[in-house]
Nanobody, 125 residues
Framework: QVQLVESGGGLVQAGGSLRLSCVASGGDFKMYDMGWFRQTPGKERELVAAIMWSGYDTHYADFAEGRFTVTRDNTKNTQYLQMNDLKPEDTAVYYC??????????????????WGQGTQVTVSS
C-alpha cells in the first residue's frame, strides 16, 4: 500500500501563505488521483482540492478557489498545496489522500481509501 506523508503545516498570520507537501512511497504514484482534505473538531472531513493522476484536471472547493493551488510532480511522487491569503477559518488538520484513478477525477470522500497522518495548519487573526 502507498504510504503518504504530509509536511509544511504550521502557524501563520491571516493573509499569509503556506505550501503543503505530500510524498508518496510504496506504489506507482501515476496510478492515483490525489486529494487534499481538511478537518476541524466536530466537523466532517471536507475536500479542499483534487488533482488527476496526469495533473491535467483539478478541482477546488469553493472556499479554495482563487486562493489555493494543487499541483503534483510525478517524477518526485509528490503533490503540493499552495495556500495563499489564508484566513482563520482555514485552520484545520490537512490530509493528503489517494484514489485509484478511473479516468474521472475523484471528488467524493468515499473514493479515497488511503490517507496520510495529517498536518496542522493554524491561521491567527
Amino acid at each position: 500500500q502507498v504510504q503518504l506523508v504530509e509536511s509544511g503545516g504550521g502557524l501563520v498570520q491571516a493573509g499569509g501563505s503556506l505550501r503543503l507537501s505530500c510524498v508518496a512511497s510504496g506504489g506507482d504514484f501515476k496510478m492515483y488521483d490525489m486529494g487534499w482534505f481538511r478537518q476541524t473538531p466536530g466537523k466532517e472531513r471536507e475536500l479542499v482540492a483534487a488533482i488527476m493522476w496526469s495533473g491535467y484536471d483539478t478541482h477546488y472547493a469553493d472556499f479554495a478557489e482563487g486562493r489555493f493551488t494543487v499541483t503534483r510532480d510525478n517524477t518526485k511522487n509528490t503533490q503540493y498545496l499552495q495556500m495563499n491569503d489564508l484566513k482563520p477559518e482555514d485552520t484545520a488538520v490537512y490530509y493528503c489522500a489517494d484514489a485509484w484513478t478511473t479516468g474521472n477525477l475523484a471528488l467524493a470522500l468515499r473514493r479515497y481509501d488511503n490517507w496520510g497522518q495529517g498536518t496542522q495548519v493554524t491561521v491567527s487573526s
